[in-house]
């Protein structure tokens, strides 16, 4: 069982920066993978970032390609979403969630957060 809890959202201008913080209990947490998702107003969620247990490899879906940085610090049991060079598009509350690999269906994550908001304004 792991329980995951997000931190680190807010309002902030497009151009800015915010990090995510996405922390973790359990002593198995480098075990899983950790992916972050976002929803925005009448959307669906989406996938946006995952790293693997050993923080080796790394996918990101195309439109935060160059912008976000995902990383973990299993010493932490924390795993963290550095956002930079924010859209009002990236508005959307942010998820983090536990599986067992890299992937990027919601599906194969087994346990989520419940998310932080982030505001981009224009």
């Known amino acids: 069982q792991v329980q995951l809890v997000e931190s680190g959202g807010g309002l902030v201008q497009a151009g800015g920066s915010l990090r995510l913080s996405c922390a973790a209990s359990g002593r198995t947490f480098g075990n899983y993978a950790i992916g972050w998702f976002r929803q925005g107003p009448g959307k669906e969620r989406e996938f946006v970032t995952a790293?693997?247990?050993?923080?080796?490899?790394?996918r990101y879906s195309d439109p935060v390609k160059g912008r976000f940085t995902i990383s973990r610090d299993n010493a932490k049991n924390t795993a963290y979403l550095q956002m930079n060079s924010l859209k009002p598009e990236d508005s959307a509350v942010y998820s983090c969630?536990?599986?067992?690999?890299?992937?990027?269906?919601?599906?194969?994550?087994?346990?989520w957060g419940q998310g932080t908001q982030v505001t981009v304004s224009s």
């Open positions: 969630a536990a599986g067992p690999f890299v992937r990027t269906m919601i599906t194969d994550y087994d346990y």
């Open positions: 790293i693997s247990g050993t923080g080796r490899s790394t």
